[in-house]
């Protein structure tokens, strides 16, 4: 997939979009905070969604369009009910979730540090 296709989702999907998925991350954050063996996909989530809410927010912009779109759609299966493995099921339900940002976050694990670094300025 080129930067050209990542560029035209990213247009279909919209800001306002994105500032929902932010939005409703913020609970799911929850939920992964309170399992200790998730601290890792915590942090990196965390910071996909403060990501997602400065990208929203015009506050960060150094960011490639593919980024965005991995992110989004890694929050959007995080918050979606309609998981490979139903989140009502304790710890197990969230496997498939901690994948999906695992597998996200190193995929763009540049970027994500890109970003931690602009935060402490």
Do not use: C
Not at 48 to 60: A, E, Q
């Amino acid at each position: 997939m080129t930067n050209q296709f990542f560029e035209e989702t990213l247009n279909n999907i919209g800001e306002k979009d994105i500032a929902q998925v932010a939005k409703n991350a913020e609970g799911i954050l929850d939920d992964f905070k309170k399992i200790g063996a998730l601290k890792k996909v915590y942090s990196n989530l965390k910071t996909m969604v403060s990501l997602i809410k400065d990208f929203y927010h015009g506050n960060y912009r150094d960011i490639s369009p593919k980024t965005i779109f991995l992110i989004t759609a890694a929050i959007i299966y995080v918050i979606s009910p309609a998981d490979f493995i139903p989140d009502i099921f304790p710890l197990i339900g969230f496997t498939d979730d901690a994948t999906v940002v695992t597998i996200i976050a190193r995929a763009i694990k540049y970027e994500l540090d890109k970003y931690r670094i602009w935060q402490e300025l």
